[in-house]
């Protein structure tokens, strides 16, 4: 019986457009491979982590959507864990299906509580959905 999971991983914020389509496609293989069943991956752009990674200020995250089961995500996690472009990941098995909001845009300093009150509610650009 498969479960429902989600994966946010972080890689390195200067990688290119070829790079980071690699590593998208080698994540959907792997579920592939082991008879998960894709549902979604989404860019949230780069952001400013909490503390540096490797001397990096900034990651851009990733989140993935997909049902599967327990040794899928045993192997996906070994995969990032081995891939020196993927800084953090962190996977969550989900109770039910659950609707994830979009996310929110980075905020400047200058922003006012009013001004950032909406932003988070408005979706973010850099989101992308890729279905099979």
């Known amino acids: 019986m ?16 070829e790079e980071i389509k690699a590593l998208s496609t080698k994540v959907q293989d792997v579920i592939a491979s082991m008879n998960g069943d894709f549902k979604r991956l989404e860019d949230w752009g780069t952001r400013k982590l909490a503390y540096p990674i490797n001397k990096n200020p900034r990651g851009r995250y ?15 996690e070994r995969r990032l864990r081995l891939d020196d472009k993927v800084i953090r990941y962190q996977s969550v098995k989900l109770e039910q299906e659950v609707v994830v909001p979009a996310a929110a845009p980075a905020k400047s300093a200058e922003e006012g509580t009013e001004e950032v009150a909406a932003a988070t509610e408005a979706p973010a650009e850099t989101t992308t959905t890729v279905e099979e």
């Open 2 to 17: 498969s479960r429902m999971y989600e994966t946010i991983y972080i890689v390195q914020p200067d990688l290119g457009d």
């Open 62 to 76: 990733f989140y993935l959507r997909f049902d599967a089961d327990a040794p899928l995500i045993a192997e996906l």
